[in-house]
């Protein structure tokens, strides 16, 4: 079985039976490093015996990421509520475009794109089932099978019969799977942009896929 020991703190643990050392973390408690050794021969009555942490299954870290990520859609559908609201302020406060005769005109246009921004036209069994396909081909897939992405992608947006609406659950989707698949595939410095450029690819698909549905 054997020990393992930190010669910073003077600790030490035993290994139980069906232990070993790549069962725990590297680093004891207090910054040391743990080192495995098969016996121990104790003379300095300052070593003391401790409890060491084990290391995460990779089930427990499946799990916690699953835990983690199951606030995701909500907190991004609040911050991008509150986004809208924010800008539609700044856009009705601008004091500079008091005297612009246009001013109305401007105003109307900007809020109708403004009133896209928003959750109520989105399909979430659609856009949920996709992710879930699409993060999966890109965690597990390589090659050729990454081009069902794509098709995916295109298929959203084929589904709907407006092409704005489709557009928008085509570029949920993107975002969403590729925030996941970035998580799952442990890209965590990439998490932003890989969430953008899904993003973009699905609201490019989703717009091939409306325009498909309109020539077909």
């Known amino acids: 079985m054997g020990y393992l020991i930190c010669n910073k703190c003077k600790s030490y643990y035993k290994l139980r039976s069906g232990e070993s ?58 911050s991008l509520i509150q986004f809208k609201n924010n ?9 500079n475009w008091n005297h612009n005769p246009n001013y109305a005109s401007q105003t109307g246009n900007i809020n109708s794109i403004i009133n896209e921004i928003n959750f109520n036209n989105i399909r979430w069994t659609v856009v949920i089932s996709a992710a879930l396909a699409i993060t999966a081909i890109d965690a597990f897939t390589q090659g050729i099978f990454t081009l069902l992405i794509l098709v995916i992608l295109v298929a959203v947006g084929y589904l709907f019969n407006d092409r704005i609406i489709g557009i928008k659950n085509a570029l949920i989707t993107g975002a969403i799977s590729f925030f996941f698949g970035s998580l799952f595939t442990s890209s965590f410095l990439l998490l932003i942009p890989l969430t953008i450029v899904g993003a973009i690819n699905g609201a490019v698909c989703g717009w091939i896929g409306g325009y498909l549905k309109t020539r077909l």
Not at 30 to 58: A, E, F, M, S
């Open 21 to 78: 050392a790549k069962n725990f973390v590297d680093q004891c408690d207090c910054g040391g490093k743990l080192r495995y050794v098969k016996n121990l021969d104790i003379v300095d009555p300052q070593w003391r015996p401790v409890q060491l942490k084990k290391k995460p299954t990779k089930k427990e870290i499946l799990k916690n990421k699953i835990h983690s990520l199951s606030s995701i859609p909500l907190n991004l559908k609040n």
């Open 87 to 95: 800008l539609q302020c700044r856009l009705q406060n601008r004091q």
